[in-house]
């Protein structure tokens, strides 16, 4: 059964860091594009970064470029978020996501970088805040 599972959250100070990771198990991480998303409480689910698994193109919001760097390690089937310069805006529930389409029939669909992302993590909550 496919799963993404995140983790690496947690509570920092402004200008801190933060390394996210996710991890995926029934499927290979390999033929799949990868996005990061995150979610504050009253606003919108936003894209922020993704990489595409054709020639590992990265794509970032105008809002965290420059701050955060995406990367995979397809031995691993993991993902990585690492964030740095963390901003109290920052401060949201992360989830990462693949264009895996499940077989459940019902899911949520959010673009970014070029893909429809449709298989999600459960998310993992960062808070930056002194």
């Known amino acids: 059964q496919a799963q993404l599972v995140e983790s690496g959250g947690g509570l920092v100070q402004p200008g801190g860091s933060l390394r996210l990771s996710c991890v995926a198990s029934?499927?290979?991480?390999?033929?799949?594009?990868i996005g990061w998303f995150r979610q504050a409480p009253g606003k919108e689910r936003e894209g922020i970064s993704s990489?595409?698994?054709?020639?590992?193109?990265?794509y970032y919001a105008d809002s965290v470029k420059g701050r955060f760097t995406i990367s995979r390690d397809n031995a691993k089937n993991t993902v990585a978020l690492q964030m740095d310069s963390l901003k109290p805006e920052d401060t949201a529930v992360y989830y990462c996501?693949?264009?895996?389409?499940?077989?459940?029939?019902?899911?949520?669909?959010?673009?970014?970088?070029?893909?429809?992302?449709?298989?999600w993590g459960q998310g993992t909550q960062v808070t930056v805040s002194s």
């Open positions: 996501a693949t264009d895996l389409i499940p077989s459940t029939g019902r899911y949520d669909k959010y673009y970014f970088g070029g893909t429809e992302f449709t298989f």
């Open positions: 029934g499927f290979s991480l390999e033929y799949y594009d």
């Open positions: 990489i595409s698994r054709t020639d590992g193109s990265t």
